[in-house]
Nanobody, 116 residues
Framework: QVQLVESGGGLVQPGGSLRLSCAAS????????MSWYRQAPGKERDLVAS????????RYANSVKGRFTISRDNGRNTVYLQMNNLKPEDTAVYYC?????????WGQGTQVTVSS
C-alpha cells in the first residue's frame, strides 16, 4: 500500500522557520522524483519545490527561492522541505508528491499557517 505521510506543519510567526517531512512507503522511493506543492484557500495547487531521483537536482518556485530548501534521504524514504523566513503568503496546505513512469502519488497534506 502506497503512503505519503506529511508532518511538521503548524502555526509560526512571520520570519520563523518550519521543516516539513514526508515519509514514503509502498514504493521504491529512490526511483521517484519528489515535490512539494501548496494550496491556499480559494487558489490552485502550485509547485513549491522539486528534487529529482538520481542526481537530486532541485527546482524552486520564484516566490520561495533563497528561503526554502528541498532535500531527500533515500535511506529513510523521506523528503524534507526546510522553510525559513516564512511570510504570511506562505500560509497554505502543503502536499508531498511522488512521480515516476510507474505512477504518481499524493500525500494528505499538512497545514502551515504564518501569522502573528
Amino acid at each position: 500500500q502506497v503512503q505519503l505521510v506529511e508532518s511538521g506543519g503548524g502555526l509560526v510567526q512571520p520570519g520563523g522557520s518550519l521543516r516539513l517531512s514526508c515519509a514514503a512507503s509502498g514504493f521504491t522511493f529512490s526511483r521517484y522524483a519528489m515535490s512539494w506543492y501548496r494550496q491556499a484557500p480559494g487558489k490552485e495547487r502550485d509547485l513549491v519545490a522539486s528534487i529529482t531521483n538520481g542526481f537530486g537536482i532541485t527546482r524552486y518556485a520564484n516566490s520561495v527561492k533563497g528561503r526554502f530548501t528541498i532535500s531527500r534521504d533515500n535511506g529513510r524514504n523521506t523528503v524534507y522541505l526546510q522553510m525559513n523566513n516564512l511570510k504570511p503568503e506562505d500560509t497554505a496546505v502543503y502536499y508531498c508528491y511522488a512521480a515516476s513512469t510507474g505512477g504518481n502519488y499524493w500525500g494528505q497534506g499538512t497545514q502551515v499557517t504564518v501569522s502573528s
